[in-house]
Every structure is written in structure tokens, then in C-alpha cells.
């Protein structure tokens, strides 16, 4: 064989690798996402917004542990009110996290929430959720975020206690450059 004809075989083995692995990183979100539905890992929370009002279901007792999960590079202080709320399926429980912005700065969090065991995830409903917007504190500053949710009537008898944490990260590098593009595209 050619030197010629080796390179061309090669360019096209570079290349057609090139595109094999442009094709499985663009179908890797969707392939997780199905991956995660059939094994339950994950507990992603789909269910928000307003929920019909029923009846609670007094003869079931569901265990909510409410967890805030420190990011090394968040510096805020955050946690829940109450760690643990006690809550029959159907019931309409309030409670709230709290955050300070320790900081000699403005920032911009956005909480990521999360559910175990994963199979629970598609039982909790939030109606009212800080996770929904973005949160921005002064330096210096404090704020209770509201938390709204109920507990499906349909959760299966045997799970008897759920944890619902959430991760708070530091989104002020991403908003500050968003907001310098938007002020030069206004001149």
C-alpha cells in the first residue's frame, strides 16, 4: 500500500472517529436521562407547581428529612428550619431554609434539589420552592426561603421516610458575564 493511500485510510478513520464521538457526547444527556428512569438513580424532582387540594391520609405517617448540602465553593451559611417534618400523604406541610451571604460581596445562588430514595422523587410535589429562582444576597445579608410541598397520596407503603436535600451553588461568575454582554449589546 501507498503512502498516499495509508494517510487517506487513516484520515478517514480520524474522522469518522471524530464524528462517532461528537454523536455519543450529543446523545449522552438523553441516554443518562433514560438510564436514571429505568435504575431510579438520581431523584430528580419533576412534580411542580400548584396541587389539586385532597384529603391527607391520616393513617400513614411519611418521615421528611430536609438536608442542605454545603458546596466547598459556596461560602453561604444554609440550612433548613427544621430538619425533620412529619407529614401524612396529602397534607400540605410549609417550612423554610436559611441562608446569610457571609461574604464582602454580591452573589447569585441557585439551589439544586435532590430526593432519596430515588423512587420517591416522582411523589414529592412542590408547590412553593426557593430552588425555583435564582437567589441573590447583599453582603451581609439573610433570607428565609420558603418551602411548600406535599406528599402524594399514592407514595408506596413501603417507603416511610423520604430525605430532600439541596445543593446551593455559587452562579455569580455566570450572571455577572450575562449582565456585562446585555449592557454592551444596550450601547
Same mark, same amino acid.
Given at each position: 500500500?501507498? %503512502?498516499q493511500?495509508?494517510n487517506?485510510?487513516? *484520515?478517514? /478513520?480520524?474522522? &469518522? #472517529?471524530?464524528?462517532?464521538?461528537? #454523536?455519543? !457526547?450529543?446523545?449522552?444527556?438523553?441516554?443518562?436521562?433514560? @438510564?436514571?428512569?429505568?435504575? !431510579?438513580?438520581?431523584?430528580? =424532582?419533576?412534580n411542580?407547581?400548584?396541587?389539586?387540594?385532597?384529603?391527607?391520609?391520616?393513617? /400513614?405517617?411519611? /418521615?421528611?428529612?430536609?438536608?442542605?448540602?454545603?458546596?466547598?465553593?459556596?461560602?453561604?451559611?444554609?440550612?433548613?428550619?427544621?430538619?425533620?417534618?412529619?407529614?401524612?400523604? #396529602? $397534607?400540605?406541610?410549609?417550612?423554610?431554609?436559611?441562608?446569610?451571604?457571609?461574604?464582602?460581596?454580591?452573589m *447569585?445562588?441557585?439551589?439544586i434539589?435532590?430526593?432519596? %430514595?430515588?423512587?420517591?422523587?416522582?411523589?414529592?410535589?412542590?408547590?412553593?420552592?426557593f430552588? @425555583?429562582?435564582?437567589?441573590?444576597? +447583599?453582603?451581609?445579608?439573610? *433570607?428565609?426561603?420558603?418551602?411548600?410541598?406535599?406528599?402524594?397520596?399514592?407514595?408506596? $407503603?413501603? =417507603? /416511610?421516610?423520604?430525605? &430532600?436535600?439541596?445543593?446551593?451553588?455559587? =452562579?455569580? %461568575?455566570?450572571?455577572?458575564?450575562?449582565? +456585562? *454582554?446585555?449592557? $454592551? +449589546?444596550? &450601547?
Amino acid at each position: 500500500m501507498s %503512502p498516499q493511500a495509508a494517510n487517506r485510510r487513516l *484520515v478517514r /478513520r480520524l474522522v &469518522l #472517529g471524530c464524528v462517532l464521538m461528537f #454523536g455519543f !457526547g450529543f446523545a449522552l444527556v438523553p441516554l443518562y436521562d433514560v @438510564f436514571c428512569e429505568v435504575t !431510579g438513580l438520581n431523584g430528580k =424532582i419533576t412534580n411542580t407547581g400548584p396541587v389539586a387540594a385532597s384529603e391527607a391520609d391520616t393513617s /400513614r405517617e411519611i /418521615r421528611v428529612r430536609l438536608i442542605a448540602v454545603h458546596n466547598e465553593a459556596m461560602p453561604w451559611k444554609f440550612g433548613p428550619q427544621q430538619n425533620l417534618i412529619l407529614t401524612h400523604p #396529602g $397534607e400540605m406541610k410549609q417550612t423554610a431554609f436559611m441562608a446569610t451571604n457571609p461574604t464582602g460581596r454580591r452573589m *447569585v445562588a441557585q439551589a439544586i434539589p435532590s430526593v432519596a %430514595p430515588a423512587e420517591a422523587a416522582r411523589y414529592l410535589h412542590k408547590v412553593n420552592c426557593f430552588c @425555583f429562582e435564582q437567589q441573590v444576597l +447583599q453582603s451581609g445579608e439573610s *433570607v428565609e426561603m420558603p418551602l411548600l410541598f406535599v406528599v402524594d397520596k399514592n407514595l408506596p $407503603e413501603h =417507603i /416511610r421516610s423520604l430525605t &430532600l436535600s439541596y445543593t446551593l451553588f455559587d =452562579i455569580s %461568575p455566570a450572571i455577572s458575564s450575562t449582565e +456585562q *454582554v446585555e449592557k $454592551e +449589546q444596550s &450601547l
